[in-house]
């Protein structure tokens, strides 16, 4: 072994969770300790018995101290109450702690493990604090709700970096992006643009990109044509479980969470409380996160013993229910006596199975680059947005011309995206849900004092808007898209 175990134990904070996360936290610690991994556990609570004392983020405010300290954070699964007024506690820590890069590797094991690909072996990079997972939504009119989907230059910039990096450290060849940049021009456009900006400081890693749809579907079939996938978050969220369930199980999928200051292990599984106390569940997805943990904390050396340790297992047939196939497996056991056969492998390597071999190479080198120059950006126009069920939409412009202000003029009107003035298609559907875009009548900017003067005569003239954006250029550039049909 090229790396020697840690003298000095490495704080982490482990929380047990619910359902059948603290059997498979317990399973999950022994099996380490036993590799030998020097770790110093400090244990906070979260999840449904802190949502049940009224705390609807799922996280005491003592814990945070802990994470801060320790900065690195093993987790079991946890349950979050149904309905309305509970935050996913997995996204708040992610967006709290910036952990940028959501990381989960997802390979085949056949023939132990039940699977269609068997060469399949990618890993998954998701940008884990932006697009929709901000959260941002707003209930606008009787018809429409409407979420924020939020794309940063920065926030891309962290998370492909990390994915190319991670290809460099793991001697990946490949890295494929995924967006749908087709129709999210603005948004997904922008997460395309930076991944063609920072493939090119890597000339030795392939780069492609695919539209999302078609790059799924080629996934689903072929995915061993893929090596390391990064993607924004909600296409991330997924096909990460897409992938690992191709795998044979989404219960064997374990993930990273990286940010600069904490990260965070996982099982990408759910509590399961159904299962819970009956010593059924695998612990692998949790132990896997646990490897990577390991990793992190530059304990390779235990790392690897635990990973090839559990391979041999599954290539021994020794599998939990979820996984059990007769024919295949040898015998059937508990959460207990897998992680007991675990253990007793420990310092064995699989024989079928490739082997995996962990070193503590260079650093990645993720500091952040110097920001480009700024753009030039002028404000020419706005869209105003309304809740109007008063008819069709040339009613609506005879409503509207009384209230155009002074250098200001109606362009179009969109409803739900789709434009229906000038010259709207008399079969598209009509919400209550309208659009507006008034921009500046010639050539020059208009101004702040502009759009409050047009919102004040829609005001006086009784009309409910319900939101506004503000059209800006930036170096001439639109910085605002075209509805469907313009």
């Not at 997805?285 to 904390?297: E, F, K, P, T, Y």
Request: proline share 5%; hydrophobic share 40%.
């Amino acid at each position: 072994m090229s790396v020697t175990l840690t003298a000095k134990k490495t704080p982490i904070t482990v929380a047990y969770g619910d359902g059948i996360g603290p059997e498979i936290m317990d399973a999950t610690l022994r099996i380490i300790n036993a590799a030998g991994a020097q770790i110093e556990q400090e244990t906070i609570e979260i999840g449904e018995s802190v949502y049940n004392r009224g705390l609807s983020n799922g996280i005491e405010p003592s814990a945070w101290d802990s994470l801060r300290r320790t900065r690195v954070f093993l987790k079991a699964p946890i349950t979050t109450p149904q309905g309305g007024g509970f935050k996913s506690l997995n996204v708040t820590v992610r967006k709290t702690l910036g952990l940028y890069a959501n990381v989960r590797p997802c390979a085949s094991l056949h023939p132990y493990v039940k699977t269609k690909h068997p060469k399949m072996d990618l890993v998954i990079v998701r940008e884990n604090e932006e697009d929709v997972y901000g959260g941002i939504e707003h209930r606008q009119t009787q018809q429409v709700a409407q979420a924020l989907k939020l794309i940063s230059r920065p926030g891309s910039e962290k998370v492909i970096r990390y994915a190319f990096e991670y290809a460099k450290a793991n001697d990946r060849k490949k890295v494929t992006c995924f967006t749908k940049d087709n129709i999210l021009k603005m948004t997904d456009g922008l997460f395309h643009r930076v991944f063609d900006e920072i493939a090119q400081e890597y000339p030795g890693i392939e780069n492609e990109h695919w539209i999302v749809d078609i790059g799924a579907a080629k996934m689903a079939d072929t995915p061993e044509a893929f090596d390391v996938l990064v993607m924004p978050n909600l296409y991330g969220d997924v096909l990460s479980d897409v992938a690992a369930q191709l795998t044979g199980s989404v219960g064997l999928a374990g993930s990273a969470n990286v940010g600069d200051h904490c990260s965070m292990f996982e099982a990408i599984h759910g509590s399961a409380p159904r299962r819970a106390g009956q010593n059924l569940a695998n612990p692998s997805a949790l132990l896997l996160g646990a490897v990577m943990m390991l990793n992190h904390i530059q304990q390779s050396d235990a790392a690897e013993k635990v990973h090839n340790a559990w391979l041999k297992t599954m290539e021994d047939g020794i599998h939990t229910y979820d996984i059990f196939k007769e024919g295949t497996s040898r015998e059937k056991v508990g959460t207990r006596e897998f992680a007991d056969a675990v253990i007793e492998r420990l310092g064995a390597r699989p024989s079928t199975l490739k082997p995996v071999t962990y070193t503590a190479g260079a650093p990645m080198d993720l500091h952040p680059r110097p920001f480009k120059p700024m753009q030039a950006k002028r404000l020419v126009g706005v869209d105003v947005f309304f809740d109007w069920t008063g008819g069709a939409a040339d009613d609506f412009v005879a409503v509207l011309e009384p209230c155009e202000a002074d250098g200001m003029v109606l362009q179009m009107m969109s409803n739900r995206g789709t434009k229906v003035w000038p010259a709207g298609s008399p079969e598209t559907f009509l919400s209550d849900h309208w659009t507006c875009r008034y921009m500046a009548d010639g050539p020059h900017s208009i101004s702040h004092h502009d759009v409050a003067k047009l919102l004040a005569n829609l005001a006086d003239r009784g009309l409910d808007f319900i939101k506004t954006e503000l059209l800006y250029t930036f170096d001439g550039a639109p910085g605002f898209s075209l509805a469907q049909g313009e």
